[in-house]
């Protein structure tokens, strides 16, 4: 039985991070917020950077409720389409020169989103996480947390379901 | 009285420097009701093939105009923040058009606001999204 050898890790990473990037920076209210991605494995996590123009309430100050759902939401969407992606882009199926070129598949589209406020966002860099815990060949259902400075103290938590895209596009 | 706090809510909403980066415009504001609109602009898109509005930003629009309806409440003291809010995402907006939202307060206790809101575009029988949500109502010592 031949084995075929494994490939060299710089071309296994350029092909998640061109997918990540084609996914991610794409978006224009993606940069318009600021969002970035840290990937570890097929791992997210999301990073939205203070900036003045974040706040909701000037008087304490704390970041927009909109701000953090909006957060929410990319993150799930973003870490949904990324697991969605991953069997294509590791068996090479998505080519790095078309994932480079941002051709992509229809992404989820949302269905519902539910965010739940449990403290308010400080001024402070937040980050998020996304976990899928379903994904079936139609629907998908998306668990999302943020926190700042306390990974145990989260700012906020959503649960969201998405409309897959057809496989015939 | 009414009128008052509708001036505060609008001066309050008119102050909030996300509203003012997404060029948020309430049209009108009082006893529990608020109407925002939020023009359409290439850095709000979501999905760069269609040109469609993100869903956050219509979230954004959803969670300030609620805010508002809630802080124009007859029985509400000026303050309020998000405890929970549900969006229903019935369609794509229009690339281009203004997506104007309609939050009521419906319901209002010492400690809990209930409010429904719509978001829509130029075409007003098919709304974009719908929301529901429980905001806080801050009493003032």
């Known amino acids: ?169 | 009285m009414t009128a008052d706090k509708a001036r505060i809510a609008r001066q309050f909403i008119d102050a909030i420097p996300h509203a003012r980066a997404l060029d948020m415009k309430i049209t009108e504001i009082g006893d529990g009701f608020a109407r925002i609109e939020m023009p359409y602009a290439p850095h709000l898109v979501g999905d760069p093939q269609t040109g469609v509005i993100h869903g956050g930003a219509v979230s954004a629009l959803m969670d300030t105009c609620g805010g508002a309806a809630v802080m124009s409440h007859p029985a509400s003291p000026a303050a309020t923040a998000t405890i929970d809010l549900r969006i229903e995402y019935m369609r794509g907006a229009t690339p281009g058009q203004t997506i104007v939202a309609e939050a009521t307060c419906h319901h209002i206790t010492r400690a809990v606001a209930f409010v429904r809101a719509v978001a829509m575009d130029d075409d007003r029988d098919r709304p974009v999204a719908t929301a529901t949500g429980a905001f806080t109502v801050e009493q003032t010592s």
């Open chain 1, 1 to 169: 039985m031949t084995r075929r050898p494994p490939e060299p890790v710089q071309v296994v990473k350029q092909r998640r991070d061109a997918a990540l990037t084609a996914l991610a920076d794409r978006v224009p209210y993606i940069a318009f917020l600021g969002i970035r991605f840290d990937r570890r494995g097929d791992e997210l996590t999301a990073l939205l950077p203070f900036r003045d123009e974040l706040i909701g309430n000037p008087f304490l100050p704390a970041i927009h409720g909109g701000v953090t759902a909006a957060f929410l939401e990319v993150t799930a969407i973003i870490s949904l389409s990324y697991v969605w992606l991953w069997e294509d882009v590791e068996s090479g199926a998505l080519k790095l020169e078309d994932l480079e070129a941002g051709t992509l598949p229809r992404l989820p589209k949302t269905i519902d989103f539910t965010v739940d406020y449990l403290r308010s966002g400080l001024p402070r860099d937040a980050y998020a996480r996304a976990r899928v815990t379903r994904s079936g060949r139609r629907y998908a259902s998306v668990q999302a947390e943020a926190w700042q400075d306390n990974r145990d103290r989260p700012m906020a938590q959503a649960t969201a379901h998405f409309l897959m895209p057809r496989p015939d596009g």
